[in-house]
T-cell receptor, first 115, second 116 residues
Framework: NAGVTQTPKFRILKIGQSMTLQCTQD?????MYWYRQDPGMGLKLIYY???????DKGEVPNGYNVSRSTTEDFPLRLELAAPSQTSVYFC??????????????FGEGSWLTVV | AQTVTQSQPEMSVQEAETVTLSCTYD???????LFWYKQPPSRQMILVIR??????QNATENRFSVNFQKAAKSFSLKISDSQLGDTAMYFC?????????????FGAGTRLFVKA
């Protein structure tokens, strides 16, 4: 019963490096999301996707890119990492239909530090 | 645009007592969902309770219940018989029911300490 799986769990990046946070879900959910949570703060939406091939910006998309080539996978790409991107990143998914109750399921989070 | 406000940054409660966490939201929509999530020190997000806006009856899950006041746009969480394991950050969240998108908006959170 995997649910939403994110990798890596921890990563330290140097300023200017790039990396991809992987996210996969096995619940056949249409909707997937990337959030970031800064220390002591709530979650901010970075990007979301309503289905394969469709992505859209959230509240804080600058410095990130996403793709959704399959229903299962929704990787988040950080280009030219900056200290301001030090955060905990959460991937999440939901069925997206009112009849399904729309519970959002979260991964366990990825701790990213940019030094 | 929708907003979610949690006006209590921190709260504490004695073990076995009851505590209520406040949440207000702003939306012009009629169909939506409201959630309370718990985030323990492990940082994992755990769904506590969910409320559909079209349901008048308040949701209940064991020791957790909500007071949903749709006209006042208020969605408070009551925790009865508080336990040490309830110590965590609690987030109120709003999910739009419109077909234009299902983005979930989170409040800033309330840190709850349960004291022995």
């Amino acid at each position: 019963n995997a649910g939403v799986t994110q990798t890596p769990k921890f990563r330290i990046l140097k300023i200017g490096q790039s990396m991809t946070l992987q996210c996969t879900q096995d619940m056949n959910h249409n909707y997937m999301y990337w959030y970031r949570q800064d220390p002591g703060m709530g979650l901010k939406l970075i990007y979301y996707s309503v289905g394969a091939g469709i992505t859209d910006k959230g509240e804080v998309p600058n410095g990130y890119n996403v793709s959704r080539s399959t229903t299962e996978d929704f990787p988040l790409r950080l280009e030219l990492a900056a200290p301001s991107q030090t955060s905990v990143y959460f991937c999440a998914s939901s069925h997206g239909r009112l009849s399904s109750g729309n519970t959002i399921y979260f991964g366990e989070g990825s701790w990213l530090t940019v030094v | 645009a929708q907003t979610v406000t949690q006006s209590q940054p921190e709260m504490s409660v004695q073990e076995a007592e009851t505590v209520t966490l406040s949440c207000t939201y702003d939306t012009s929509e009629n169909n939506y969902y409201l959630f309370w999530y718990k985030q323990p020190p492990s940082r994992q997000m755990i769904l506590v309770i969910r409320q559909e806006a079209y349901k008048q009856q308040n949701a209940t899950e064991n020791r957790f219940s909500v007071n949903f006041q749709k006209a006042a746009k208020s969605f408070s969480l009551k925790i009865s018989d508080s336990q040490l394991g309830d110590t965590a950050m609690y987030f109120c969240a709003f999910m739009s029911g419109n077909t234009g998108g299902f983005k979930t908006i989170f409040g800033a959170g309330t840190r709850l300490f349960v004291k022995a």
